[in-house]
């Protein structure tokens, strides 16, 4: 399984600039991937996702693009906002039904 | 409508001991998937349940046991708790695509 360590790397981003948050995957074979959110006490929330048929897609105010040649995932929050502050996790799988297997999370810091 | 729902809120166990959490999916979802996530890390895929059937499961012990209801409830069952069986347990239920996350049930074992 992957490793995660115990310390969350940290991004932090003055309010109203724009948050780039990257994410290594590990499966080639994965053809499904999302971000979530999760803010303290709370379990993670769906915030964008994207099929290996596509390397762009964007939502309100998020949008993320993927690469599978470096297997490499990014989120993009535009004009961060306070309540953006929470720890940002990427996930995969290769079958919508099955195990999501997440990656690291980043630790997103608002600068007032 | 209730999003997924997971109960207790917060649990404190003694090693050795046997608990069980439990999830009420979102309404429409037939399926419901268990995570551990310990402190900093991200959630583990424990198993997944459909119609009342363990489908697929992560790389936990058989200390770790599940059940669906016909309802699509869920419950979690750990035996002979172990110290770093302590962690926030996330329960998610989803029909075919979006996995919905539930609050969590704080475990803690002394």
């Known amino acids: 399984g992957e490793s995660v360590g115990l310390h969350l790397p940290t991004l932090s981003v003055q309010e ?45 105010r998020v949008t993320v693009l993927l690469n599978k040649t470096v297997k490499h995932l990014s989120l993009q929050i535009a004009a961060t906002q306070p309540g953006d502050s929470a720890v940002y996790f990427c996930a995969e799988n290769t079958n919508r039904d099955d195990k999501i297997i997440f990656g690291k999370g980043t630790r997103l810091h608002i600068l007032p | 409508d209730a999003g997924v729902t997971q109960s207790p809120t917060h649990l404190i166990k003694t090693r050795g001991q046997q608990v069980t959490l439990r999830c009420s999916p979102k309404s429409g979802h037939d399926t419901v998937s268990w995570y551990q996530q310990a402190l900093g890390q991200g959630p583990q895929f424990i198993f997944q349940y459909y119609e009342e059937e363990e489908r697929q499961r992560g790389n936990f012990p058989d200390r770790f046991s599940g059940h669906q209801f016909p309802n699509y409830s869920s419950e979690l069952n750990v035996n002979a708790l172990l110290l770093g069986d302590s962690a926030l347990y996330l329960c998610a239920s989803s029909y075919s695509t979006e996995q919905y996350f539930g609050p969590g049930t704080r475990l803690t074992v002394t």
């Open chain 1, 16 to 60: 109203g600039d724009n948050s780039i948050i990257n994410c290594a995957y590990s499966n080639s074979a994965s053809d499904y991937f999302i971000w979530y959110k999760q803010e303290s006490g709370k379990g993670p929330q769906f915030i964008i996702d994207i099929r290996s048929n596509m390397d762009k897609r964007q939502g309100q």
